[in-house]
């Protein structure tokens, strides 16, 4: 009877797997995910089991110390494989990975994705729903932003792509609406409305992560992008790419490719770069890895909170997106030694080639960076209310900063890694129209507010006369500080004048 049913459960088991792909392959996913622990799981009750069975001539209190014993000594040792498989993971991962001493390449400039996130909001109209992510599409230089349609029995509303610039507020926007009737569907749906049902059922045995879906809109047709991702190995169990999933926005229909060149924004996933990232710790021996002695990680000094690894920029050579990642020694170092790049876009099913970059010199900080940039231009008007966001590499030994208050771009900051030299940071209007550089400061009357003043002062960027409508955003904003201090002195006496 035992063996019936058995029989008639493994038959059930099988039959839920056919007519269920959704939950069989999330079940599949976990079972193989957590092999490791399920066999040290099964090493410790061997032991334990084994020992008490020849133990079994012994008195009582031997008989259960020893079975004790042995049960301790097999949990250790499975602890061991299973920590053992975890390293051999980030040494399948780490044969893809190619550390070399060659500069980075150039990037392009972009706005930041904080920025990108907060237009997105008020530029939104009047649509209904609920923001499910944003995207940077370097094809573009757009940042998408995919908005669910209100509800449970629901898809998607709209997809909404808008251009960005270096300076004030986005302009150039695009809207693209969901057919409610053929394309009701999204990843977090529920029943007949998911989509990663629809997905498994064409496609099995794949997964996705939901921070990677995003959608982009092909004249008035939204397309959603699903990066997907496949399980290899049986021991040693490993994510690959699995081409994409595309979800016809307008007829509801789904089309899977690997040939991934006129997709717009990133298709190889970003979880799967983050593994090969993490995969550097492992470029040594077992203890090396087990203690953290090798390898890089992404600096935790807050800097970049939100967005602080896999930034999606575009080659100055093509606008070929890439993944891109500054990372500092393993342990409390938080200076950028090395920076690793990703393509974002990657045909096939293998695993994309990841290049990392020694720095030499190697650079500060972005923590150190964001406070030279204050300390350089602390005579910014305004600057308790202006923040600096994403310091990015832009090649060589370069980078980038952004400052601004929420939703508007003021300025920008770019510098050397080891802010070292004459130019260790510069300041330029959002326009690209240089300031001055922090290390010119308070030199030729260029002391603080100088060059923010008078025209004719050294460093340029006075506030000129005549209508105000012609002014930029910051020559307004020190129209409006020194008209302030001037009625402050006024009322003060403190002038200073005849």
């Not at 939204?222 to 190995?233: D, H, I, M, T």
Request: proline share 5%.
């Amino acid at each position: 009877m035992l063996g019936i049913g058995a029989v008639v459960a493994l038959g059930l088991g099988g039959l839920w797997l056919v007519l269920a792909p959704y939950y069989g392959t999330i079940l599949v996913w976990e079972l193989r995910g957590g092999l490791p622990l399920f066999a040290a799981l099964a090493v410790a009750t061997a032991a334990y089991l084994a020992a008490r069975t020849l133990a079994s001539s012994l008195e009582g209190g031997y008989r259960t110390g020893v079975a004790l014993l042995a049960g301790v000594l097999g949990l250790a040792g499975g602890g061991w494989w299973m920590l053992h498989t975890f390293y051999e993971q980030d040494r399948t991962y780490l044969a893809d990975v190619e550390v070399v001493d060659a500069a980075v390449p150039g990037l392009e400039s972009r706005a930041p994705y904080q920025v990108g996130v907060a237009q997105a909001r008020p530029n939104l109209g009047d649509t209904t729903g609920e923001i499910a992510g944003t995207t940077y599409l370097p094809g573009e230089d757009r940042f998408a932003t995919l908005v669910d349609r209100r509800g449970w029995l629901a898809g998607y509303e709209v997809a909404f792509t808008q251009q960005i610039p270096l300076q004030g507020r986005g302009a150039t926007d695009q809207k693209c609406q969901f057919d409610r009737e053929r394309a009701a569907r999204r990843v977090s749906g529920w029943f007949g409305h998911n989509l990663g049902r629809q997905i498994s059922s064409e496609r099995r045995w794949v997964r996705f992560d939901g921070d990677d879906v995003y959608a982009y809109c092909d004249g008035d047709r939204p397309v959603v992008v699903v990066p997907l991702k496949r399980q290899v190995g049986v021991w040693v169990v490993v994510e690959k790419p699995a081409g994409v999933a595309l979800y016809d926005g307008a007829t509801g229909a789904l089309t899977f490719t690997t040939d991934t060149v006129g997709i717009p924004g990133p298709s190889y996933p970003s979880s799967i770069a983050g593994w090969q990232r993490e995969s550097t710790g492992a470029m040594g021996s077992f203890a090396d890895w087990f203690f953290g002695r090798v390898g890089w990680q992404v600096p935790d000094d807050g800097t970049n909170a939100g967005n602080d690894a896999e930034f999606t920029l575009a080659t100055a050579d093509g606008r070929r997106p890439v993944y891109v990642t500054p990372m500092a020694g393993r342990g409390s170092a938080t200076a950028i030694s090395v920076v690793s790049v990703v393509p974002a876009r990657h045909a096939g099913l293998g695993l994309a080639p990841v290049t990392v970059h020694r720095l030499d010199p190697v650079w500060v900080s972005p923590g150190a960076i964001v406070d030279r940039i204050r300390a350089d231009y602390q005579d910014i008007p305004n600057w308790v209310n202006i923040n600096v966001y994403e310091v990015v590499p832009t090649g060589g030994n370069g980078w980038a900063a952004t400052l601004g208050t929420g939703q508007n771009i003021l300025y920008r900051a770019s510098g050397v890694g080891d802010l070292a030299g004459d130019k260790a940071t510069c300041l330029q209007r959002a326009d690209g129209s240089e300031i001055r550089c922090g290390s010119v400061a308070d030199r030729d009357g260029r002391g603080p507010g100088g060059a923010y003043g008078d025209a004719g002062a050294p460093g340029g960027g006075g506030v000129p006369s005549g209508d105000l409508g012609g002014l930029t955003d910051a020559e307004l904003a020190e129209l409006h500080r020194r008209v302030a201090d001037e009625v402050a002195c006024r009322l003060a006496g403190t002038c200073g004048r005849d």
